[in-house]
């Protein structure tokens, strides 16, 4: 199994347990108090260089001409259509890939079967293609010169420049996150539990409702979380497709290019603040999911469940 | 498992439909999609492509695709060990938050990255006023893409190397005090060497993810042709002029190195486990 949270592209990971407080005295086995002090300075301000400063300009620039403008920034017609686009095409990619990602981890993780390791590898795919060429892809599929063109034209049908486009790309590019949240979780919870659901006599659907789906709602949210900010943020994929028709086909994250192409910073960095609040929420709910679960999401999976778990099976019948 | 048994029997339901669904909606939006570049590339004529990929400017942009990556990745490396290192071993005020706040290059639309780096690292932002006495410009150059995709990368090194430092045991390390090494030769000798394989994982995540970002690299970047242009943006130039075949070669030549990030990283991991950096 090619699999660990902590090991894949784009991969959404998470924040370990505080280490118990070091005693003042100083062991062999610890830096100089100067030193400790030293690095941690250095890392601050890498991070502020590069993490914190950019954040915190987004708000200053969205502000800089007052609260009033920043309000009418957002409620122009075309910022508020982008953000009816972006709500829509979430609602449309986040779903979608929520069921595929149940459907994978539950053959994937339930199931041994010849063949897992490269399917895995071949989920992970979107992660390692270029945001532009995920959108390339369907413009060649779809596109008035591409495969399908021809016959999407005689039948007067729009994907490229249009929502569907913009949606299908958007699921593209968010296609692994809640599979590889799911799949590691329900192989390290074993088959077990389900086992003794049907044996004692429920249903296929029964079993999973009363008694996978419990077990995996902290990992469902947590997909579904990371899935919906890179559905809502995504650039590359959907500027390729999208046309860039104001008012129709305009997301969010392509509202803020024009206005900033535009040179009116104050209303792109508006926008943009909304997307940097949607950020916030998202590390925030992250954070939470992990405390609730215990820092539970943060634990890999041992490397081979399922050989371990065949192994206890015969050690101790 | 049993490597002559197609499927192991099970008790469990539903493997067929859940197998089956799995396929067909991976084969819809990702295998037969992608298999659309590759079949466009193969209907192109090996020349039409050589000339395209070998065009100055396409070459250039290859070369700071990939060279400002690698040196991203590499300012990722050292400085996500050491972010990782500070939030595994000092506890400080406001640890949880900075904790929290790595994770930002994740969740933050790469347009908002791309206009607030701009921002600060323009001639009238707060570094790139600070820089610009000293001779350095940062935006609109190509220490501007390097910048964007130091931010973009970060957590890759982080977030792979801080479970492997988490898991160290402190035996060694006192193992090697009592042995009469100090601080920076244990460290050398006992820590990296333990870290290293999922350092090096890091490394080429943030260098895979490097080459392919986009959204948060064209605001800095400037994108003067020859100097500051990237490949992907080369793609969505010769798209709006509807050379088809030249962005799909160009989009080739991205994707191989792309998936043979993937396999190395794959094998990385695999080397990683067997050689004991987690149990």
């Known amino acids: 199994m090619s699999w660990g949270r902590a090991m894949t592209i784009d991969g959404a990971m998470s924040i370990g347990d505080p280490l118990p407080a070091t005693p003042s005295r100083r062991l062999p086995t610890e830096e100089a108090l100067w030193l400790r002090w030293t690095l941690v300075t250095v890392a601050i301000a890498f991070l502020a260089l590069f993490l914190f400063l950019p954040l915190a300009a987004v708000f200053h620039q969205a502000l800089r001409k007052g609260w009033d403008a920043y309000v009418a920034a957002l409620v122009d017609p075309d910022a508020l259509s982008a953000i009816r686009l972006t709500l829509l095409v979430a609602a449309i990619a986040v779903p979608a890939n929520l069921i595929f990602g149940v459907a994978a981890a539950w053959a994937i993780a339930k199931f041994d079967f010849r063949g897992k390791s490269v399917l895995v590898t071949l989920i992970d795919l979107p992660f390692s293609v270029s945001p532009v060429i995920s959108g390339l892809v369907f413009v060649l599929l779809f596109g008035a010169q591409g495969w399908f063109g021809p016959e999407l034209r005689e039948h007067d049908i729009k994907i490229i420049f249009a929502v569907p486009g913009i949606a299908l790309a958007t699921i593209f590019v968010t296609f692994p996150f809640v599979a590889r949240e799911l799949i590691p979780l329900m192989q390290a919870q074993g088959t077990e539990e389900e086992e ?29 979380i990371l899935c919906n900010a890179r559905a809502m943020g995504e650039f590359g994929a959907v500027s390729v497709v999208s046309g860039h028709i104001r008012g129709e086909t305009n997301t969010m994250p392509l509202y803020v290019e024009i206005l900033y192409n535009e040179y009116q910073f104050q209303a792109a960095f508006a926008v943009a603040s909304l997307l940097a609040l949607l950020a916030l929420v998202t590390l925030a709910l992250k954070s939470f999911i992990e405390w609730r679960t215990g820092g539970g999401m943060d634990v890999l999976p041992p490397e081979e469940p399922q050989a371990e778990l065949e192994f206890r099976r015969r050690v101790s019948p | 498992m049993n490597q002559r048994v197609l499927v192991r029997p099970s008790v469990l339901p539903g493997f067929g439909l859940s197998l089956g669904f799995t396929l067909a909606y991976l084969s819809l939006v990702v295998l037969v999609p992608l298999s659309a570049v590759f079949l466009k590339a193969a209907t192109t004529s090996f020349d039409v492509f050589w000339a395209t990929v070998t065009a100055p400017r396409v070459l250039a942009s290859l070369r700071l695709t990939f060279g400002a990556s690698f040196i991203a990745a590499v300012v990722n490396a050292v400085f996500g060990l050491l972010v990782a290192w500070v939030l595994v071993r000092y506890p400080f005020p406001g640890r949880k938050l900075v904790d929290a706040l790595v994770d930002l290059p994740f969740a933050l639309p790469t347009a908002v990255a791309g206009i607030a780096l701009t921002a ?5 932002g707060v570094l790139g006023g600070a820089l610009e006495p000293y001779g350095i410009k940062v935006a609109f150059t190509p220490v501007g893409v390097v910048v964007a995709l130091v931010f973009i990368g970060l957590p890759f090194v982080v977030r792979t190397v801080q479970p492997v430092l988490e898991d160290l045991e402190r035996e060694f390390e006192e193992a090697a005090a009592s042995l009469g090494a100090n601080r920076w030769q244990t460290f050398r000798r006992v820590i990296l060497p333990a870290v290293g394989p999922a350092l090096f994982t890091g ?19 400037g994108n003067i042709p020859l100097v500051s242009e990237i490949a992907p943006l080369i793609i969505i130039t010769k798209l709006e002029q509807y050379d088809f075949a030249g962005a799909t070669a160009v989009a080739v030549v991205m994707l191989v190195v792309s998936f043979a990030l993937l396999l190395a990283i794959n094998a990385l991991q695999h080397w990683a486990r067997t050689r004991g950096g987690r149990r």
């Open chain 1, 196 to 224: 003794a659901a049907i044996v004692l006599g429920a249903s296929g659907w029964q079993t999973f409702r009363r008694v996978t789906l419990p077990n995996i709602k902290w990992g469902l949210l947590y997909g579904a």
């Open chain 2, 120 to 124: 600060v690292y323009s001639s009238k």
């Open chain 2, 203 to 221: 490394f080429a995540l943030a260098f895979a993810r490097a080459i392919g970002e986009y959204g948060s690299v064209i605001f800095i970047a």
